[in-house]
């Protein structure tokens, strides 16, 4: 099959440093193609210039072997070249159908409403999924949003698909279903680009994969020619695979936080457990499952209504974050923009924040000095890369605003940490690294709770695993006897188990 | 070259420019009997400017700063007609301001209705009581020393409002930039989440800003009261959009969280130099409003311009 689209040594930068270097990739119909590279190795830079949004300095884009410039996003599709990101951008208030026919406009006729519902939900079948398309996009799933999104592509006639990261945010059922999709894509000839982070993600899915690092091309290859080991290595440039192995235990057996019977009506019940200063008790389970409801019930967010917490054996109702803050216990959110950091705000200020008394003097006035002095112990300490300690956030890389939140964290001196989804969309260098470091603060005596939907994280750091589903707890294992196979089918339906 | 990159630096080098221009088109412009009448004129509205300042960066909107403003006047106004002895009346001004602000952040923090809502009705409560107290007529008849203030000079030819601006911009700075309680004020209208997260006292913080904006509006009030030497029910009308629009020009953002005192500091001096200038020229007030109009626009345009400008030139290269 000749390639539908082709990039030939495609160059760009900003500001003098190269996101892409040379790079060529070519896509051909009716294949999936994956894209792996770390955080940072020119992977968006990439999406972006094949969708029009950039243009590349030297190098060349061609369609059907067409030599071809695309100005702006239109151009792209107007070749049959579509995006869908982690992220649906729908219209919320607007119907599935709306949504999906957004593009096309005819301004002489009135809208046919039954016709374009029947086409839309014919367009939603091609995808092997039912959906109503008159429902209103807020009210769909985040996944049930990603497919409008697909069949709006579909609509334009797309023949080259780019999914960046389409799987990150959705739950495990979601995602088989979000293979099926990528399939049925794929055996109506579409050339599929899909980048994830979720190497074995790959196997599954992939006919061929592209690994890129710093802007490179570095190999492309059948998916069967290849191991994780030899993707990681070739993403990294150097053997990562043993970093991810266990470590010993630093239980120290001393009870720091008992929680019992735990509720919060229509949310979660009965929920039971112990951590240890030094132990890591990571919580496993699907998306939907409500382990973060439980963390943020701990942190005073979202109060529980029933059971009882004891913090070294003191019983204690928590029902703010200032007041779990003083209790000593810090909550690093899976949500960065949300919950996480002000991102236009500074390094600096963003890590003193919850501390602020603790750099103020007579009058509040702040010691400038001693804030920056402690920004730089972490930055140093977590090897957080920024150019000064003064630039905002939201300019950093997913990896670095992961530390600069642990960091902000860290420096309230937690007894208990409470660690949700510690490096989802992060690269796999931080990752290790995000590892290290909770592995450290175990060392030191903290207790710590990780929630975590990533299966090899979990089984490499956890002393013990409890799994949750529906609002329960179904299940524990400890790190030693627990195996994917056995949290996942826990995670799934215990009672098969 | 990196000071001109911040909008503080390219501020300054307007102010520069317009300054520059009206001591070359006029030689009275420079002299400090013209400089304290030009800063004199709007005193009020620069003293408002301040407070309004932690309110934008806050992510919130008080409308109803003039209307503070001219009932704390009128108020004052009655009292002294009701024979209250000036001091009192003063006070007694000041405190209704203080109730205002706390109305405002009652409905505001309280029961969680948004600041452009409260305040929008608040701005027509206030005017409609201030209306009631003086009605048309106006009054005037204001102990001597109290004209004295607004009018005479109190440091050499330097009158007490000025002097109230000073103290007051140099407080507000301070606040601002170097206390905790300025940092908490960027977080909250960078990202309340964010803030009420890490445990931040939120609803404090705003309290505290819409109580202050009462008081400081008050104040304002009084002081224009004491400059003019009459109030009547329309004093410090549609002040607010003047105010606003200064601390806009400063840089601040109307999303919040972003923004600098010195920004705002910066465009209140442009904004009489400017006006200034162009009286000096004869030129119409209206004429004066217009410009003023396309200058806020422009202030708006030239981040994109900047950006849009960086785009184009780094694909000619």
Known sequence: ?497 | MTALRSWEGFLFAVLILIYAVNAWSSPVFLTPGNQINMFQLSVEKIIVALVMTFVIINGEIDLSVASIMGLAACAFGWLVQAEVPGGWAIMIALMIGLACGAFNALFIVGFGIPSLVVTLATMIAFRGFARVLVEDRGINAFPAWFNHLGQKGLIGPVPLAMVVFAVLAVLAYLILQRTAFGRKVYFIGANRAVAEFSGLDVRAVKAKIFIASGVVSALAGILFAARVGAVRGDVAQGFELDIITMVLLGGVSIFGGAGTMSGTILAILIVLALRNGMALQNITGHIQTGVLGILLILSVMVPIIRETGGRLIARVR
């Open chain 1, 1 to 497: 099959m000749p390639p539908v689209l082709e990039m030939r040594d495609i160059s760009k930068s900003f500001g003098g440093t190269a996101a892409l270097s040379g790079f060529s990739l070519s896509m051909e119909p009716g294949r999936i193609h994956a894209l792996v590279g770390e955080n940072g190795a020119g992977k968006s830079t990439l999406i972006k210039t094949m969708t029009g949004i950039h243009q590349p300095e030297t190098g060349d884009i061609l369609v059907d072997g067409q030599p071809v410039s695309f100005r702006g996003t239109a151009d792209a599709q107007r070749a049959g070249v579509a995006a869908i990101y982690q992220e649906p951008m729908v219209f919320p208030d607007l119907s599935v159908a709306e949504n999906i026919f957004i593009s096309h406009q005819n301004r002489r006729q009135l809208i046919n409403w039954s016709a374009l519902n029947d086409e839309a939900a014919a367009m939603i079948a091609r995808l092997g999924v039912t959906l109503d398309p008159r429902r209103a996009a807020a009210e769909l799933t985040l996944a049930e949003q990603q497919t409008v999104e697909i069949a709006r592509a579909i609509s334009l006639n797309v023949r080259v698909l780019i999914m960046d990261e389409p799987s990150a945010s959705l739950s495990d059922h979601e995602v088989k279903r979000l293979f099926g999709i990528a399939r049925s894509l794929r055996d109506q000839g579409v050339a599929v680009l899909y980048i994830s982070h979720r190497l074995e993600e790959i196997f599954a899915l992939a006919d061929t994969v592209t690994v890129m690092r710093d802007g490179k091309h570095i190999s492309t290859k059948p998916v069967t020619e290849v191991t994780q080991a030899s993707m990681i290595a070739e993403m990294v440039g150097r053997d990562m695979a043993g970093r991810f192995a266990r470590e010993p235990s630093k239980d120290t057996g001393e009870v720091l936080l008992n929680v019992s019977n735990l509720a919060k009506t229509g949310v979660f019940r009965d929920v039971s457990f112990t951590v240890n200063r030094g132990e890591i008790v990571c919580f496993s389970g699907l998306v939907g499952a409500r382990r973060t409801d439980v963390g943020l019930a701990l942190f005073g967010v979202a109060p529980a209504d029933q059971g009882s917490v004891e913090i070294a054996g003191q019983p204690v109702t928590i029902t703010n974050p200032a007041q779990a803050q003083s209790l000593g216990i810090a909550y690093v959110s899976e949500d960065r923009r949300k919950l996480g950091l002000a991102l236009t705000e500074g390094i600096t200020a963003n890590i003193t924040l919850p501390m602020l008394g603790k750099y103020s003097g007579a009058f509040g006035w702040l010691d400038r000095m001693h804030e920056l002095a402690d920004a730089q112990a972490f930055r140093k300490q977590l090897n957080i890369k920024a150019a000064n300690l003064t630039v905002p956030v939201g300019t950093l890389s997913g990896g670095n605003q992961q530390k600069v939140m642990l960091a902000k964290w860290l420096n309230t001196k937690p007894r208990l940490l409470i660690v949700d989804e510690p490096t989802r969309g992060i690269d796999i260098g931080a990752k290790a690294e995000v590892h290290q470091i909770l592995r450290a603060l175990a060392a030191e005596g903290v207790a710590i709770i990780i929630i975590s939907s990533d299966l090899p994280e979990v089984l490499s750091l956890a002393d013990r695993i409890l799994v949750m589903r529906e609002g329960r707890i179904v299940g524990e294992f400890t790190g030693e006897d627990a195996t994917d196979e056995s949290v996942m089918h826990l995670a799934v339906a215990a009672e098969v188990a």
